[in-house]
């Protein structure tokens, strides 16, 4: 047993690639695909104004559109103030008990286990004063209440002997490395929750990897077929360009929860609709992966051939 933790400590001391503890887990944050071309910033426009034209751009998501310049540019307090004077405001800790909520279930059922929270515990504080007990019954309707609601208490308990006080607004003010670095000390907030917090409630670009997209990008062979969605998010964060990672994330989602055609894991539930001529317009750039490894082969084989 010895020999063994040994050799695993050399091996990771001897890795060339930089990388993060998250979680407890190793986060490499490097392209793990660099040979891998895919997508080109010319295709990423193309999926992103296919999708626009066929599904206009999803209203859930734009209140969430990046604000202007001058408005992001506020202090910390104007934030909260934004958010006792606002309804329609979000705070990044709503945002992050939402995303919280939102995992393994489905979107109708975490907006009604969020409403539910919110209800039963109007401020964050009633929340952490709560009994476990009666955390999980107002997010019951969510699923796996137990490990959510611990989860959440956990989040606001760490945040309160932190910072003083239960509010995640400093981390508008941080770059997305160190927003990364203090949200991953929460335990249960994993790469996926943190991606959407900086996409949703910090207007960050970063391109999260839900069930959807991860599907999708396999489909239409952005990564490789046995990457996983970890894998995934590293390199599409990589390859998409930061102007479309917005719409494109909320526009391949939504595509996802409707196509019935362009991911492999159709689970229980049917979707709302295919197309009426049976295809998904997604899909012919499947068949672009065949003339990119031909194009590709021809231009090494004429290189070599010069040589």
């Known amino acids: 047993m010895e020999k063994k933790r040994k050799r695993k400590k050399v091996e990771r001391d001897g890795e060339s690639k930089p990388v993060r503890a998250t979680n407890g887990a190793i986060e490499n944050l490097k392209d793990p695909y660099p040979t891998?071309?895919?997508?080109?910033?010319?295709?990423?426009?193309?999926?992103?104004?296919?999708?626009?034209?066929?599904?206009?751009?999803?209203?859930?998501?734009?209140?969430y559109r990046r604000k202007p310049a001058n408005d992001a540019a506020k202090s910390e307090s104007s934030h909260e103030q934004d958010a006792s004077a606002s309804h329609d405001h979000e705070s990044v800790l709503d945002g992050l008990v939402r995303t919280v909520?939102?995992?393994?279930?489905?979107?109708?059922?975490?907006?009604?286990a969020f409403a539910s929270l919110k209800s039963a515990f109007p401020t964050w504080e009633e929340v952490l004063n709560a009994d476990s007990k009666d955390v999980e019954d107002a997010i019951r309707c969510g699923g796996l209440a137990p490990t959510k609601a611990s989860c959440i208490k956990n989040v606001l308990r760490c945040l309160l002997e932190r910072r003083g006080k239960l509010?995640?607004?400093?981390?508008?003010?941080?770059?997305?490395?160190?927003?990364k670095s203090e949200l991953s000390l929460f335990k249960g907030i994993g790469p996926k929750t943190v991606a959407c917090v900086l996409m949703f409630n910090l207007q960050r670009d970063d391109f999260p990897v839900d069930t959807h997209i991860f599907?999708?990008?396999?489909?239409?062979?952005?990564?490789?077929?046995?990457?996983?969605?970890?894998?995934?998010?590293?390199?599409?964060?990589?390859?998409?360009?930061?102007?479309l990672m917005f719409d494109l994330n909320?526009?391949?989602?939504?595509?996802?929860?409707?196509?019935?055609?362009?991911?492999?894991?159709?689970?229980?539930?049917?979707?709302?609709?295919?197309?009426?001529?049976?295809t998904c317009p997604l899909l012919k750039y499947r068949n672009d992966i065949v003339i990119l490894i031909y194009r590709r082969t021809l231009d090494t084989l004429t290189t070599s051939s010069v040589e």
């Open 36 to 63: 891998h071309p895919r997508p080109t910033p010319e295709e990423c426009l193309a999926v992103r104004d296919t999708l626009l034209a066929l599904h206009g751009f999803p209203q859930e998501f734009v209140k």
């Open 101 to 112: 909520l939102s995992q393994n279930t489905t979107d109708a059922n975490s907006l009604r």
């Open 167 to 179: 509010c995640l607004e400093y981390l508008q003010d941080l770059s997305v490395d160190e927003i």
């Open 215 to 243: 599907e999708i990008a396999k489909t239409i062979g952005w990564v490789p077929c046995v990457a996983d969605r970890n894998k995934t998010y590293l390199h599409l964060n990589q390859r998409i360009p930061n102007e």
């Open 250 to 278: 909320c526009l391949l989602f939504t595509h996802g929860k409707l196509c019935c055609k362009c991911t492999s894991k159709r689970g229980n539930q049917p979707k709302k609709k295919c197309y009426d001529d049976n």
